[in-house]
């Protein structure tokens, strides 16, 4: 009997009815930190991609304008059904997590002054950095086989923390700066890859 393969093949949306439910389901999980719920979710339980075409995804998403759950979604969904993919996973992140945030917000009104809502508040702050925390370093080892290298990996992610983090520049400026290096190096390297592969008999 042949062995089973260490990771199972990669699966895909049926359809845009597929997609709408599955980022609604995602949508509504997604309390105080939608990252760990959609790497958890897309990669592990959908198998829709791997932890490497995640990690690529997610880092788009995440320097291009707005919410980045919500371009994570519009790549994902038009990548599979184009134009009317894209709008059903937009249309499953936000349709009825906006309802419930509206019946939060008219609840939440008359008690946003008291002290255990504030409490609240801050404890679902500090919940959400260790999730966001936690999906950061269980990813890290999909970097492994990132053309640039897991030491100038490591650096650029250790850079544009201080840059944000410590010093307080502006996103735009530390993701330019940080973007343009990674960029050069990573194109280098692929390109090096390339000649070297190119020059084999």
């Not at 950061?136 to 970097?143: E, Q, R, T």
């Not at 993701?175 to 070297?196: E, I, M």
Request: hydrophobic share 55%.
């Amino acid at each position: 009997m042949p062995p089973m393969p260490d990771n199972p093949p990669l699966q895909q949306p049926h359809s845009k009815t597929d997609l709408f439910v599955s980022f609604t389901v995602l949508a509504l999980q997604g309390f105080g930190g939608v990252l760990a719920v959609v790497q958890r979710e897309l990669v592990e339980k959908k198998r829709w991609m791997t932890r490497e075409q995640f990690v690529e995804d997610w880092a788009v998403a995440q320097i291009m304008p707005g919410p980045n759950v919500i371009n994570l979604a519009l790549m994902i969904g038009g990548r599979y059904f184009g134009l009317g993919g894209a709008l059903a996973g937009v249309a499953g992140m936000l349709a009825a997590p906006m309802v419930v945030v509206l019946l939060l917000a008219v609840a939440f009104g008359g008690v946003s002054d008291a002290a255990w809502a504030q409490g609240a508040l801050r404890g679902m702050g500090a919940v959400s950095a260790g999730l966001i925390a936690a999906v950061g370093l269980k990813l890290i080892s999909a970097l492994r086989n990132n053309p640039m290298g897991m030491p100038v990996c490591t650096a650029l992610a250790f850079a544009s923390f201080v840059g944000v983090g410590i010093l307080r520049w502006p996103l735009f400026y530390v993701l330019l700066g940080t973007g343009l290096v990674a960029c050069s190096w990573a194109y280098w390297q692929l390109a090096k890859q390339a000649a070297h592969a190119g020059g084999r008999p």
